[in-house]
């Protein structure tokens, strides 16, 4: 990536964000412009004291400047303090607003940029990349503007008080921009890299983390470290490149710093030593503090501007995702009404990637109220069908009809609160059972949560947790069972009032006990509503309605369960007598 010393359009987008705190914006701006004048007034106040006062013995009025000069001093902490306190408070004000959009931002995309996007990598964009845009204006920009207005403002007091010996100093000024130029670029590009190595740590931690069980099972604790280290090890090598720019700049600016103020000494001190009375012992002591005054921001510019491209950097980043237009989904402008729930899938095409298709022309209806389950091999496309329902992923061709509306024109939220899922892997937040069923929804209360559960026979269950309805599952709800994470998932849905009830797997890997539990909620749940079924255990299909047969995106057979038997050479059969013939066995052995 090639570096630029300033990125002009982000600035100006950052920028943008300031208008809410437009009255902050300018205070900050204003106690900037109190800070440079005070700054430059006590050099002048100690010239003054030293060639009027101290050189006649005027005690009196060494006093009277002295008092002038502690209150000089009092006002330019004053000011510091609120230059300080709202720049960091407009920026933290800038971040909030930021990080709130970017989230918005992320929960309008489709669900095919969450495959492909690395989580930990969002995960930096939305915290890290995002703090360090406050930095912009708390380190950056305002430390920037307050720093050239003092350079200015000593400037003009120097050429005012002797302008022989500015000029000494001034000639000095301009190899020094030139190398916090140099440093500059330098720095941009190692910032760049850090960034990126930040991101790919960030990423991989989080990944290892959350599939720790994988890592463990398989022993690949070793092999991760490694990986990690190597990782690790180029963010370390990211980081010593901006450290060895930094000890190559600084030493440089602190000797041009310190030859100026000895050339300052030299020539002042000779023409007082041969009786010019254009320079005083005044002008020598005010200069050995207007040289540092003026070079240090200038030095420390280059730092604050180091601080202000890493802002940049992370705001072009997040910019990136907010300027992501084409993975957001399309929402409808028709709020649905209460559906009926009859559902209608016409000649539906979809891929996941261009060019392979996963669902290859399905035509299928669901009645209201009718139970469908949807059975097939691994990868037949059957939760695929769930996805296009929900509207998760967009077709490629066809249409999808809920009570004769194409789904395209509904409200995605309007669609999506009538519609309950189950899914085989549940998520649960870490929180409490009963924030993970309401969802904090205000419109669900603990009461109705009661009565659900006791309907569909999981309020002994619940209860019999530490807290009951109180009980913290933690994190993925790590505290309970996969079966009694299924129980909850049930719950969550039950309370929803859905018109349209997807179990997806939701029977599958779990204890008999949790088992019977559901099978006991489902034939509760099920009930007066469109329910579509995808699953491997028999008992959940047996009574269904209809039971679609798919294979390799294709409806191959459709019918009940008693008629799909019939067919001796059919798919159905042959998945009956391989998958679901052991199960009818056991469940029909007498005790």
């Known amino acids: 990536m090639k570096a630029t010393a300033f990125d002009t359009q982000v600035f100006k987008r950052i920028i943008t964000y300031t208008k809410p705190y437009t009255f902050r914006y300018y205070g900050v701006v204003a106690f900037a412009v109190f800070l440079s004048v005070f700054a430059a007034l006590r050099p002048y106040l100690l010239k003054q004291t030293v060639d009027l006062y101290i050189k006649t013995h005027d005690a009196q009025g060494l006093l009277f400047y002295v008092s002038l000069m502690g209150i000089v001093l009092l006002a330019e902490a004053f000011s510091q303090y609120y230059f300080v306190y709202w720049a960091n408070w407009l920026g933290q004000d800038i971040v909030k607003d930021i990080r709130v959009k970017l989230f918005q931002h992320l929960l309008q995309f489709r669900m095919k940029y969450f495959d492909t996007a690395p989580v930990g990598q969002l995960v930096t964009r939305s915290v890290s990349d995002i703090e360090q845009i406050a930095k912009i204006f708390s380190q950056g920009l305002f430390m920037i503007i307050s720093d050239l207005l003092k350079m200015l403002v000593i400037l003009a007091f120097m050429f005012y008080m002797n302008w022989k010996l500015t000029w000494i100093v001034v000639a000095a000024m301009p190899v020094l921009v030139f190398i916090t130029r140099i440093f500059q670029r330098k720095m941009q590009l190692a910032f760049e890299d850090v960034r990126n190595q930040i991101a790919h740590m960030n990423t991989f931690v989080q990944e290892r983390v959350t599939g720790m069980k994988i890592v463990q099972l398989f022993h690949r604790e070793t092999i991760e470290a490694e990986k990690f280290a190597a990782i690790n090890d180029k963010h370390r090598k990211a980081w010593i490149k901006t450290i060895l720019y930094n000890s190559i700049f600084f030493p440089i600016a602190d000797i041009i710093s310190s030859l100026s103020l000895g050339f300052v000494v030299l020539y002042g001190g000779i023409n007082i030593l041969n009786g010019d ?130 789904v395209n024109e509904f409200q995605l939220g309007s669609i999506r609160k009538q519609i309950a899922v189950v899914l085989q892997d549940v998520f649960l937040f870490a929180d409490t059972i009963l924030n993970n069923i309401t969802l904090n929804n205000p419109n669900i209360s603990q009461e109705q949560v009661d009565e659900a559960a006791k309907n569909i026979g999981l309020h002994d269950f619940i209860m019999s947790l530490p807290g009951g ?89 459709k019918g009940s369960h008693t008629d799909l038997l019939k067919n001796e050479a059919g798919f159905y059969k042959k998945l009956y007598d391989s998958q679901f013939a052991s199960d009818v066995n056991e469940s029909i052995v007498p005790n």
């Open 277 to 406: 009375q254009f320079t005083t012992f005044g002008d020598l002591f005010s200069y050995t503090m207007f040289i540092g005054m003026l070079f240090n921001p200038l030095r420390q510019i280059a730092d604050k501007f180091n601080e202000m491209q890493m802002g940049m950097i992370a705001a072009n980043r997040v910019f990136d995702i907010l300027d992501t237009q084409e993975e957001l989904q399309v929402s409808g402008t028709l709020v649905a009404p209460k559906f009926d729930g009859n559902i209608l899938f016409d000649q539906v095409h979809f891929g996941y990637v261009p060019g392979e298709e996963v669902i290859k022309g399905i035509s299928f209806e669901v009645k209201a109220g009718q139970t469908v389950a949807i059975v097939g091999a691994t990868g037949a496309g059957k939760s695929t069908i769930i996805n296009l329902l929900n509207r998760f992923y967009e077709i490629d061709k066809g249409a999808i009809y809920i009570d004769g509306i194409n």
């Open 469 to 557: 309805y109180h009980y913290n599952v933690k994190e993925r709800g790590v505290m309970l069972s996969s079966g009694q994470r299924q129980l909850i998932a049930f719950l969550r849905a039950y309370v929803s009032a859905p018109s349209i009830l997807i179990l997806d797997e939701a029977t599958s890997s779990i204890d008999s006990y949790s088992e019977e539990l559901i099978q006991t909620a489902t034939a509760k749940i099920t009930q007066g509503r469109t329910s579509i079924i995808i699953a491997h255990r028999l008992a959940t299909i047996m009574n269904a309605d209809t039971i679609i047969v798919m294979d390799k995106g294709l409806i191959v057979e």
